[in-house]
């Protein structure tokens, strides 16, 4: 069974920074990209960043680059997300998806919250 674990997420003030972590299991982690997306209050699911297998190729959202850095620790199989300089419309429930770009396959765990106020 596939499980994913986010946990980091924290309340912290604008400008301040997060780093999350995903715990996976039930699957060969190293053999597939990974993504972070997010779910604010009203919201649709968005796409944050993405991941390859190899740690190779990154990819982020454009509200989030040059602040968020995806990486990923095949040995440990975790998924991290490092937020700097954290806004308050990054206030979501954050969440490690597997198999983004298949719906019918798609797995996600039950989320970390980040909520950024001052």
């Known amino acids: 069974e596939v499980q994913l674990v986010e946990s980091g997420g924290d309340l912290v003030q604008p400008g301040g920074s997060l780093r999350l972590s995903c715990a996976t299991s039930?699957?060969?982690?190293?053999?597939?990209?990974m993504t972070w997306a997010r779910q604010a209050p009203g919201k649709e699911l968005e796409w944050v960043s993405a991941?390859?297998?190899?740690?190779?190729?990154?990819y982020y959202a454009g509200s989030v680059k040059g602040r968020f850095t995806i990486s990923r620790d095949n040995a440990k199989n975790t998924l991290y997300l490092q937020l700097n300089n954290l806004k308050t419309e990054d206030t979501a429930m954050y969440y490690c998806?597997?198999?983004?770009?298949?719906?019918?396959?798609?797995?996600r765990g039950q989320g970390t919250q980040v909520t950024v106020s001052s």
């Open positions: 998806v597997k198999d983004w770009n298949n719906p019918s396959s798609r797995v």
């Open positions: 039930g699957f060969t982690f190293s053999q597939y990209a």
């Open positions: 991941i390859d297998g190899g740690a190779k190729s990154t």
